[in-house]
């Protein structure tokens, strides 16, 4: 019976294996896509309750527009790489919350999140793109999902797995009430690992490329994170690599996503070439 039960669960944790686009590591998600997707919308809706928006319409517009613009070259790429499947049912959103925490995050499906404390470290449109780049590579690497399975197989063991995947609803529950942090007023950031955290780095760089964002800043802003966290650990770093091993994994990522990189051509650059043809 012993072996029956642990040849189940074995099955399970097989099938239950998928992969991050790109960096192509295999991940272990054992909760259905639908069921991460549905507690997310319902931690979402809570949170936009008592979050307050922010006033400030020019910033709220280029959070929007850059969210857009990552959140459509990366919807291009996966539809390139016949991935489109693993974009099922999400719907993004990007808002800015007022609030003076230097901070961001992600909910499965799509649902970004910025504060009016990052802007400052951000600087500028680019800058915002490392942010939303980094936070829609958790969306699309399914993080969330990987996360709650490493607490479902650590709490309930590979012997139980097939009982308690049975009623998983209720487990799933769980599991996103404690990830979720769910009682507290700010407390649905969620504690991603430090490798999920790199991978999201460069992910983030990639979509950022794609979306014509020069990743080279990247660089810059994460100086930047560390300087400001000096004085007191910002949430947006809780949990996540030292400050000199992310620098440190950027700059050894810049080559590939670079690859993905287009400089946008302005208008001033336009000009100068229409002069240079009608002068020959």
């Given at each position: 019976?012993?072996?029956m ?7 399970l944790?097989l099938?239950?294996?998928?992969s991050?686009?790109i960096?192509?590591?295999k ?9 991460v ?12 309750k008592?979050?307050?928006v922010?006033?400030?319409?020019a910033?709220t ?6 969210g857009?613009?990552?959140a459509?070259?990366?919807?291009a790429?996966?539809?390139q790489?016949?991935?489109?499947s ?11 919350i007022k609030?003076t925490?230097?901070n ?17 470290t951000?600087q500028?449109e680019?800058g ?6 980094h936070e829609?590579a ?7 999902n990987?996360r709650?399975?490493?607490q479902?197989l650590?709490?309930?063991g590979?012997t139980?797995?097939g009982t ?11 599991m996103?009430n ?5 009682g507290?007023?700010y ?8 490798k999920?955290e ?6 983030g ?8 964002y020069?990743p080279?800043?990247a660089?810059g802003?994460?100086q930047?994170?560390a300087?400001?966290?000096n ?7 809780s949990t ?11 700059q050894q990522e810049?080559p590939?996503?670079?690859?993905y990189y287009k ?8 000009t ?5 043809t009608?002068?020959k």
């Amino acid at each position: 019976m012993k072996k029956m039960i642990l040849g189940i669960a074995a099955c399970l944790l097989l099938s239950a294996c998928g992969s991050v686009p790109i960096t192509g590591r295999k991940q272990m998600l054992l909760v259905s896509d639908s069921e991460v997707l549905n507690l997310s919308l319902q931690q979402y809706s809570d949170f936009k309750k008592t979050a307050p928006v922010s006033t400030d319409k020019a910033n709220t517009a280029l959070v929007e527009k850059v969210g857009r613009n990552i959140a459509a070259a990366v919807e291009a790429y996966m539809s390139q790489a016949g991935l489109s499947s693993q974009l099922s049912g999400y719907s993004w959103e990007f808002n800015l919350i007022k609030s003076t925490d230097v901070n961001a995050f992600c909910m499965p499906g799509g649902k970004i999140v910025v504060y009016e404390g990052i802007l400052p470290t951000t600087q500028n449109e680019t800058g915002l793109a490392v942010v939303l780049g980094h936070e829609v590579a958790h969306a699309v690497a399914k993080h969330a999902n990987e996360r709650m399975s490493q607490q479902l197989l650590t709490q309930y063991g590979g012997t139980a797995l097939g009982t308690v995947l049975q009623n998983s609803s209720a487990t799933t529950q769980t599991m996103a009430n404690a990830l979720y942090g769910i009682g507290s007023q700010y407390g649905v950031t969620l504690p991603h690992s430090r490798k999920q955290e790199l991978e999201a780095d460069k992910l983030g760089l990639i979509f950022m490329a794609m979306a014509g964002y020069d990743p080279n800043q990247a660089v810059g802003f994460w100086q930047r994170m560390a300087q400001s966290s000096n004085s007191k650990v910002a949430e947006f770093m809780s949990t996540h690599p030292s400050d000199e091993t992310r620098i440190a994994k950027v700059q050894q990522e810049l080559p590939e996503a670079l690859k993905y990189y287009k400089a946008p051509v302005t208008s001033t650059t336009t000009t100068k070439s229409a002069q240079k043809t009608k002068k020959k």
